[in-house]
């Protein structure tokens, strides 16, 4: 067995690989920033096209060939080939499962839901809606038995979106932050709450944009090695470290949400940012799991974003922007404005400390459907129930319920956690960061630049090259756990709302 | 020989080939509106790597056995899969004579030279630029050696860009146009000309971008089919006809360069949106050659937007954006302003009536280039030398000289007749659709739909289906002529000025 030669069609396969994948990316980016909704059929083509060359790829005989023989040759490769070729064969052993047929009515299925459940949403159409949803459990269903799955059937999503966890894990994670959060959201929703009518003023989107440019380049994102766009929900994507994308969504009377928004996109900019170059069109250039991508959103949004020296260090620059309408407002007004707790309806404007409830709600669902104690057809009843259980308020509609997020009309079941294991992983290992760095004094001071050294330093520039446990014990001395979370949480909203 | 089988085998090449036609189109539009200049070298990574798949797929012997097949099968095929079969086969026939290593080269070689030009235009350091051009130069010359030619090597060019051309044939053309125009420009430079200057006043760009996105939905682009964003060099580029990209580029203090712009590229836009849905991902789904597409973008731009109806309509509308700016100005300054004829330097902003010498003057000097009687080292002072004879006046530098344009820098030689062939086809064209149609009263009235019709009847629909001189004698009966351009012009701008 020639190792080089192995190793050299490896090379080549990859790139095929990741070139397939960066255009579908830039394809994507494309579909969502600028394309006219008149093209969508069109554009499901080309993306169909590509997506069927990658799984061709990556299931041909040739290509399990070379995996096989380059697992086994194991130890001879060094550790960054050793990490591109795992990963690579963790996405080829679930995809050469799938027949292609089957992964082509998958994909298709997906951008019709998606598109269905766009006018369902608007429509308030939850039974326009179901049938969309029907299927794509099913598939996603079968998809799971396929591929197999070790305890719970919801194991095999869990650990698709977040390589080593499990359905036994979540539950002790989500046990934690029940146990110590919502205890704290009732001894708040016994006070007087906070006034912050005046973020809900008139705040022209003209000048938002102008603002929110250079909130990012502040906190951080290189604007001469990426952009920041507009679309009906924000995201980010990357072309490589050179060539980051973002977008925000601006409400003119919400402008706290495109500024947040902004933040938290920035956060997965900056991670993509701070990949080594070297790594591009490689299978290790990119941020690791969606949950440690979204430790580090949620760490500039939230740990940064809604922090009080963060308010002492920006507020003049937001009334700059915005003298007249912040005119009568002090630092404590504001940090309570973003900081208020309501027990909401909606996910993507939660307060930080009840976000996770929010996730726990849906990380629920998905379990019943998915161990088959839950049908599609019973989801909008079970939704509103246990909304009113963690909040005390019912939906008026399923627009504002079941029908609020993408995730699920996009197919991606078991994603949800990542959002809450962000919340866990960067409360966790920024702990030790706040052991190195003055974090307080640095955010007042605006010094963000130290902050990502230390993020890119630990985090950013190992790209995909360890597990997200490996990170953690590396990080922490510790796997991923449910004390910190609660500790920075009890600390923050306590002395905010003196409970 | 099942002709079945083939036709089928066919539809999946071609699809192929468009699809990842498609990827490069979308990817290359990205990386002109778009992508941040630190990403050029990651970008043409991928734009490279696609362009050898369509290379591959152009010239593997399998596709050649196809298209062999076909053509012998000739009358057997309908005249839509004739016509796809003979646009593929033009295009393979040209490409498989190319070795790999050569075809890279030369991609390679005009990404690296247009970057080069761009920075060596700023600095006005055309020295610095000649060895790339030189390099080009002989690339191109050992391309046309090997595609082979009949009589000037110049034919090879100009046939690749429009379909039956030739050097001979160009040489008569511009020989009409010469005798025509050159006498009127003289006699118009001994008037006095217009006074322009309220057209260089200060015109925000935020309120220009506002006018021009309303302008082109006026003239007939379908604004839920397409974009209009901004680049360096105004651009369209197409999606199919349901989504069509353009570009413009915003001067403060010359409002009406982006304003021509726009509908300039809203021409070819409105070619691209009225092609049939069902030639799409196939050879038939784009607007003709260069030559075409430009007779539709200067028939909007030029015998539509600097006529005098068209200003009789739309003063108005536009000091709606700009009533401080324009307040004196009445129908007769703004028309005079848009055709003022100037013995000036640059195509890219000249008059209709000069804009014909400055193509001249390049089709000279690439004749002179490819037919061996001029080198690349001499070119700068060639080209000043011919300036100051057609228009009286010698560029300071050559930044306003030899490196205006990108065209021979991007390694497009051959292509510039487009400009000029566009010009006649479509004031011959024109001058019979002036016969069905009342134009005058239509552009005066607003009622760009009924244009728009007769163009989608006439020239859109067709698509890539009929060649060029096909086109013009459906049209009018005759392959096309200086005659009609002569006339159209000499009409104008006797009238206009006076003499």
């Not at 003209?206 to 009906?232: H, T, Y």
Request: charged fraction near 30%; hydrophobic fraction near 35%.
């Amino acid at each position: 067995m020639n190792i080089n030669k192995l190793v050299e069609d490896f090379d080549k396969l990859e790139h095929e690989y990741q070139q397939l994948n960066r255009a579908q990316t830039i394809i994507g980016w494309d579909r969502r920033a600028m394309m006219p909704s008149a093209a969508v059929k069109s554009r499901s083509k080309t993306l169909g096209y590509f997506s069927g060359k990658s799984h061709y790829i990556l299931t041909s005989p040739e290509t399990m060939k070379i995996l096989d023989k380059l697992t086994e040759a194991g130890d001879k490769l060094d550790k960054a080939a050793a990490a591109r070729v795992r990963l690579f064969k963790r996405t080829a052993d679930r995809m050469v499962k799938i027949p292609g047929e089957m992964f082509q009515k998958h994909t298709s299925l997906r951008i019709q839901s998606e598109t269905a459940w766009e006018r369902a949403k608007h429509a308030n159409d939850w039974e326009g809606y179901r049938p969309y949803l029907e299927e794509l459990v099913n598939i996603t269903k079968e998809t799971v038995e396929i591929w197999g799955y070790e305890g719970s059937p919801y194991n095999a999503l869990v650990s698709f979106s977040e390589e080593g966890m499990t359905s036994e894990k979540l539950e002790e994670l989500f046990g934690g932050i029940k146990e110590g959060v919502v205890p704290l959201v009732k001894k708040i929703a016994e006070k007087d709450n906070f006034d912050d009518s005046f973020a809900k003023a008139s705040f022209p989107v003209d000048i938002q944009k102008k603002m929110n440019q250079e909130l990012i380049g502040i906190i951080g994102f290189d604007l001469d090695r990426g952009r920041l766009a507009e679309s009906e929900h924000p995201f980010c994507t990357s072309f490589g470290c050179n060539d980051v994308r973002l977008t925000t969504h601006y409400y003119e009377d919400k402008f706290l949400q495109a500024f947040f928004a902004s933040m938290h996109e920035a956060g997965h900019g900056m991670y993509e940012q701070n990949i080594p170059e070297e790594y591009e069109f490689t299978m290790l250039g990119r941020g690791l799991t969606g949950g440690m991508h979204e430790s580090s959103s949620r760490f500039w949004e939230n740990m940064v974003g809604r922090s009080l020296p963060f308010w002492n260090a920006n507020l003049e620059f937001v009334r700059g922007y915005f003298p007249q309408q912040l005119k009568d407002i002090d630092v404590m007004d504001m940090y309570r404005a973003v900081n208020k707790v309501e027990q909401s309806l909606i996910r993507m404007t939660a307060d930080e400390l009840t976000y996770n409830l929010h996730i726990m709600l849906r990380v629920e669902l998905e379990k019943d459907l998915f161990e088959g104690r839950a049908k599609v057809a019973d989801l909008s009843e079970m939704w509103n129930e246990k909304i009113f259980e963690y909040m005390g308020i019912r939906p008026e509609n399923d627009t504002v319920g079941i029908l609020q997020d993408v995730q699920w009309p996009a197919g991606m079941f078991g994603y949800f956690p990542s959002y809450t294991l962000g919340n866990l992983y960067n409360a966790q290992y920024s702990a030790f960061m706040k052991r190195e760095l003055d974090f307080d004094k640095l955010v007042e001071n605006r010094e963000y630049d130290k902050i990502l050294d230390w993020m890119r330093k630990n985090l950013y520039s190992y790209a995909s090259l360890r597990t997200p446990s490996e990170t953690m014990t590396a990080l922490t001395g510790e796997e991923v756990n449910a004390k910190y979370l609660v500790e920075y949480l009890t600390e923050k909203f306590t002395k905010l709302y003196g409970v």
